[in-house]
């Protein structure tokens, strides 16, 4: 049985009192059971959402990292940085660092080698754009994505992995794929899983990371091969993303 996993996932927004706010409606929240929640926060947060969300056990995660562990890439942040502060997740591949900071397949597999090196679980974004969906390339994009980064790992590797699948047109659009369009990617990649190993295919966790919220968060989280969410703008208020959780249980 996979443990359902929400995330929320804040981009650049966020503040100090919103972390505050957070705190304490989680701790004081009877959140599911058998339910793991996270929030990946910006880096100048994650010290202060370890320390404020450690009652809930809640867990925080990173939004991107660098795949070098040290040196001079000014305004970069290293994976050891990232579990230094507490972080236990960090998201990789994201369509806004492929798309707006140029990460192709071979940056996102070396961030990945980089997360899984110090003990972080990356959590791999994979989606398609609404150009290569109305192509009818959804699979051939998402599943070449995964490709190029599963292909390239070992048995235990892979196993230490999240996926969220995020179609790119729905990020931040308002519009959400169905439950039945969400359901038949989630299933085209399980059955991909399968391709390296049932094992694989029948453990790992994949996400659905399109603009959910509360009002179509219990439809997609019924689906069988949605494991969880992966939360844009909804994570940002706490009543929403705590009804979101509650969808999962």
């Given at each position: 049985?996979?443990?359902?996993?929400?995330?929320g996932?804040?981009?650049?927004?966020?503040?100090l009192?919103?972390?505050?706010?957070?705190g304490r409606?989680l701790?004081?929240a009877?959140l599911?059971r058998?339910?793991?929640?996270?929030?990946?926060?910006?880096?100048?947060y994650?010290?202060a959402?370890v320390?404020?969300?450690?009652?809930?056990?809640?867990?925080v995660?990173?939004q991107?990292?660098n795949d070098q562990?040290?040196?001079?890439?000014?305004?970069?942040?290293s994976?050891?940085?990232?579990?230094d502060?507490?972080?236990?997740?960090v998201l990789?591949?994201?369509?806004?660092?492929r798309?707006?900071?140029?990460?192709?397949d071979a940056a996102?597999l070396?961030?990945?080698?980089a997360?899984?090196?110090?003990?972080?679980?990356?959590v791999?974004?994979?989606?398609?754009?609404?150009?290569e969906?109305e192509?009818g390339?959804?699979?051939a994009?998402?599943?070449?994505q995964?490709a190029a980064?599963f292909?390239?790992?070992s048995?235990?590797?892979?196993?230490?992995?999240v996926i969220?699948?995020?179609?790119?047109?729905a990020?931040?659009t308002?519009?959400t794929a169905?439950p039945?369009?969400?359901?038949?990617?989630h299933?085209?990649?399980?059955t991909?899983?399968?391709?390296?190993?049932?094992?694989?295919?029948?453990g790992?966790?994949?996400?659905?990371?399109?603009?959910?919220?509360?009002a179509?968060?219990?439809e997609?989280?019924?689906?069988?091969?949605?494991?969880?969410?992966?939360?844009g703008?909804a994570?940002?208020?706490v009543?929403?993303?705590?009804a979101?959780c509650?969808?999962?249980?």
């Amino acid at each position: 049985m996979r443990t359902p996993l929400i995330a929320g996932n804040w981009k650049m927004n966020g503040s100090l009192a919103l972390v505050e706010d957070f705190g304490r409606a989680l701790a004081e929240a009877r959140l599911p059971r058998g339910v793991e929640v996270a929030l990946m926060v910006p880096a100048p947060y994650l010290a202060a959402a370890v320390s404020t969300l450690a009652a809930s056990e809640v867990a925080v995660g990173g939004q991107t990292l660098n795949d070098q562990p040290s040196g001079a890439f000014t305004g970069e942040v290293s994976g050891a940085m990232l579990v230094d502060v507490g972080a236990r997740f960090v998201l990789v591949g994201h369509s806004e660092r492929r798309t707006l900071f140029g990460e192709d397949d071979a940056a996102v597999l070396a961030r990945v080698r980089a997360a899984l090196g110090v003990g972080l679980i990356p959590v791999l974004c994979l989606g398609e754009s609404l150009e290569e969906r109305e192509a009818g390339r959804t699979e051939a994009v998402v599943l070449g994505q995964l490709a190029a980064v599963f292909d390239a790992l070992s048995p235990d590797e892979r196993s230490r992995l999240v996926i969220a699948y995020e179609p790119v047109w729905a990020i931040g659009t308002g519009r959400t794929a169905t439950p039945e369009q969400a359901q038949a990617v989630h299933a085209a990649i399980r059955t991909r899983l399968a391709d390296y190993a049932p094992a694989l295919a029948e453990g790992l966790r994949v996400l659905y990371g399109g603009s959910m919220k509360a009002a179509n968060a219990g439809e997609l989280l019924a689906q069988p091969d949605i494991d969880g969410g992966l939360v844009g703008g909804a994570s940002l208020k706490v009543d929403e993303f705590l009804a979101i959780c509650q969808s999962a249980g």
